[in-house]
């Protein structure tokens, strides 16, 4: 059947006038309506309504949600055929029953069936869209599958002015599409290879084939997922410009320029993107930083970086100041880091000031004015000056070859050091070395100054394996090994340790009066001993130790000595024949410089007992064994046996 139909209501109650008008949709309310409905011949309907309603309630289609209005004013037109259908509004505005609320809108939704080889198409236009508002009704509009179900995909926000979107084909798949508007804190959820946005504002005019775009705006984020890991990168402020355009079947989105500001740094950039459905893409990016947060690049480093490398980052460059930095990324990010030269990544950093928390346990480097570099598969921290403890550092360099190797990734850290002896002892007293050989270095006192040479080799993944292998080298020093003990003076050599032992091959001092060569190896058991050779003057002892006794001795003897030192404490030995020490002590201590009188001598420091073990013993003459206490007013006590009571029995 085909007619015309005019209808005016004032204050009608849509409902009731269900028994006497053949409405095309079912419909219920309250309120004034003019409608002009016009039916053809297969189907065909024309309706145009103004309307001023309340309480609405209406379903669009047969397999649609019933959609509930609270209020409802402005002009609806709806057309139907075998050809397609038209949805529209003039100054529309609606207030849903959950809430939603569409200020005045003039919208236009045409959809065009195909069929007989033409394909379907679709027009949208509107002069103001608020696109969360199109996403929650999109449920109940007579809208393709396709179009509601790529709505919820992208999660659109935001709100665009002159927009005109056209497509053709299927709205899940389009063959071809336009889009031309403004748009204001605009949001779309990242899929598919494209990036998502959050807060962004400009103008994008283009379609299928190539258009343009321009971004402005402040508090904004780009949701790059594929990329980076988190995807989301911040900015307080973005202006960009650029387009797309597709060549050979391949879409191609060009960043002419960009400039940026964020917490985290403020610079431009430039380049090239070609998303790829399933992958990564490929990409050609430079940018330039002039201002950057340090403890930040963990964030920008691609997601192909592991997260055990990101981690270290994060966690190891703990501060920084970054005058420059550049960036160039470019190759299929699948290929990532393009081992083979297929393709490029490059992150230079200018580091001021740095402070490098490399490893767990270990003292940081500090001051480090140099260079991060991340270039291919690997990472290279260099730094021309910077500073361990006390000590000045040269020629640090920290590499790892491979980002992304298993068992684990492997830095290598490497560097010179030139200071106070004190603090190289110091940084052994706090690495994890002095674990392993029982912390003797606590308790030795230097004066003068060294070289370090160093060199880790940390995996990453599990950095309490790091190996250590340096030496230092020494001149001029005067160093205190055991308390109690004459100093070595003017000691020169080298000590060579690993992250679990420590060797001296050889060193000479100066030690009562007379040179002295010491060695030292650390043994199965932690212990590091040292073995000295030498010669005692009687006058240094006399300088040394205010001893009555030491007063009637004259010449010197040679000696030699053994030190182990440590986490229980020190012991030393010491023995020599005495041949070449007078003595003009009363008998039987009394002895000529040729005579060979057997003596040791026995120091026990353990460091849980308050006091020092002391034993003396020369041949059958004299034996002696003293407990000595520690602190500012040691005191001795003990029992010296001399003549035969030394043979006979051990002192009181």
Do not use: C
């Not at 394909?119 to 009704?137: E, K, Q, T």
């Not at 320029?257 to 990564?280: L, V």
């Not at 200018?350 to 140099?370: H, N, T």
């Not at 160093?454 to 090994?481: A, C, Q, Y």
């Amino acid at each position: 059947a085909a007619g015309r139909l005019y209808v005016e209501l004032e204050r009608a109650d849509l409902g009731g006038w269900q028994a006497w008008l053949d409405y095309p949709l079912p419909l219920a309310g309250r309120g004034g309506v003019r409608a002009w409905v016009e039916a053809g011949g297969e189907g065909a309907l024309e309706l145009t309504a103004d309307v001023a309603l309340e309480g609405l309630s209406t379903r669009l289609a047969a397999d649609l949600p019933e959609l509930r209005v609270d209020r409802l004013d402005g002009r609806l037109s709806m057309a139907r055929s075998a050809q397609g259908s038209r949805f529209a509004s003039q100054g529309l505005a609606l207030r849903l029953a959950d809430g939603l609320t569409v200020p005045p809108t003039d919208f236009a939704l045409q959809l065009e069936a195909g069929g007989e080889g033409a394909r379907p198409a679709g027009v949208l236009s509107a002069n103001r869209l608020d696109f969360a508002a199109l996403a929650a009704l999109a449920g109940y509009l007579p809208l393709e599958a396709g179009v509601r179900a790529r709505l919820s995909q992208l999660e659109p926000r935001g709100r665009a002015e002159d927009l005109r979107m056209t497509w053709r084909g299927a709205p899940e798949a389009p063959s071809h599409w336009s889009l031309s508007a403004r748009f204001d804190e605009i949001g779309l959820r990242a899929r598919e290879g494209w990036p998502g946005l959050g807060g962004l504002s400009g103008r994008i005019d283009g379609d299928a084939q190539g258009g343009r775009f321009r971004l402005d705006g402040s508090a904004m984020h780009v949701d790059l997922p594929m990329v980076f890991e988190p995807g989301r990168l911040e900015f307080e402020r973005l202006r960009a410009e650029g387009g797309w355009q597709r060549r050979d079947g391949r879409l191609e989105i060009a960043l002419d320029g960009a400039e940026f500001d964020n917490a985290d740094a403020a610079g431009s950039a430039s380049g090239r993107y070609w998303p790829a459905a399933g992958g990564a893409g490929e990409i050609d990016l430079q940018a330039r930083l002039t201002r950057a947060q340090a403890t930040a690049v963990w964030r920008y480093l691609p997601r192909v970086v592991n997260a055990n490398t990101r981690d270290w980052v994060q966690q190891g460059i703990r501060a920084a100041g970054v005058p420059e930095a550049r960036l160039r990324l470019q190759g299929r990010l699948q290929d990532f880091p393009f081992r083979d030269g297929s393709g490029q990544f490059l992150v230079t950093v200018r580091v001021a000031d740095g402070v490098l928390d490399y490893a767990p346990g270990w003292p940081r480097i500090e001051g480090i004015q140099g260079e991060v570099r991340f270039q291919g598969p690997g990472m290279r921290i260099s730094a021309e000056r910077a500073r361990m403890l006390g000590v000045d550092l040269v020629d640090v360099v920290a590499d790892v070859p491979d980002l992304d190797v298993t068992p684990s990734e492997i830095m290598t850290i490497s560097g010179r050091a030139q200071g106070p002896t004190a603090e190289f002892l110091r940084f052994v007293s706090l690495s994890p070395v002095a674990q392993h050989i029982g912390g003797f270095t606590d308790g030795i006192r230097a004066e003068g100054r060294g070289e370090l040479e160093l060199k880790l080799v940390m995996p990453l993944r599990n950095t309490p394996d790091t190996r250590v292998e340096g030496v230092f080298r020494f001149s001029g020093n005067r160093i205190e090994l055991v308390e109690g003990l004459p100093a070595l003076e003017r000691a020169g050599g080298a000590v060579r340790f690993t992250g679990d032992s420590l060797a001296i091959p050889a060193a000479r001092a100066q030690f009562l009066g007379n040179g002295v060569d010491v060695k030292a190896q650390t043994g199965a058991d932690g212990m590091v001993r040292f073995e000295a050779a030498g010669r005692a003057d009687a006058a240094a002892l006399r300088a040394h130790y205010a001893l009555p006794l030491l007063d009637g001795l004259s010449g010197s003897a040679d000696w030699r000595a053994t030190v182990r030192v440590g986490k229980a404490g020190t012991r030393l030995e010491l023995e020599s024949d005495l041949v070449g020490l007078a003595a003009s002590l009363p008998a039987p201590l009394n002895k000529s410089a040729g005579e060979a009188w057997p003596a040791r001598f026995v120091l026990d420091h353990v460091s849980a007992r308050p006091a020092d073990a002391l034993a003396l013993q020369i041949g059958g003459l004299l034996r002696a064994e003293l407990q000595r206490t520690r602190g500012d007013a040691p005191a001795v006590r003990g029992g010296i046996a001399i003549g035969r009571a030394a043979a006979d029995a051990p002192p009181a």
